[in-house]
């Protein structure tokens, strides 16, 4: 995989859209009202995020739109700390705990 910027998949500006009101932390339901779609259009277009990007639940869709959306010299010094050391790994190091208990969609 090339590390150069140019060659990594940008969000569409829907995929934006759903990643922000992910982030601010709305449930289906209200994205669904915010963009005058059905839920099933917001579970499909989540779907879509987490193959795209290989992410597994909500809560990455809002690190990796946190992380995409921060300027570059904020994503280098996160780079530089082990304080957030999946910010320099595939996705799946963002994987859950398994022992983590996590509440329903």
Not at 63 to 90: C, G, N, Q, V, Y
């Amino acid at each position: 995989m090339s590390s150069d910027p140019k060659d990594l998949i940008a969000p569409t500006p829907r995929e934006r859209e759903l990643m922000t009101l992910i982030a601010r932390g709305m449930q289906n339901k209200n994205i669904a009202y915010e963009l005058n779609i059905s839920e099933n259009t917001v579970r499909a277009h989540i779907g879509n995020i987490m193959r795209k990007y290989r992410l597994q639940n909500r809560t990455q869709i809002a690190i990796a739109f946190a992380l995409h959306t921060a300027p570059s010299s904020l994503r280098r010094d996160l780079a530089k700390t082990e304080l957030f050391p999946a910010a320099t790994k595939p996705a799946q190091a963002l994987a859950p705990n398994p022992r983590a208990q996590t509440a329903p969609d």
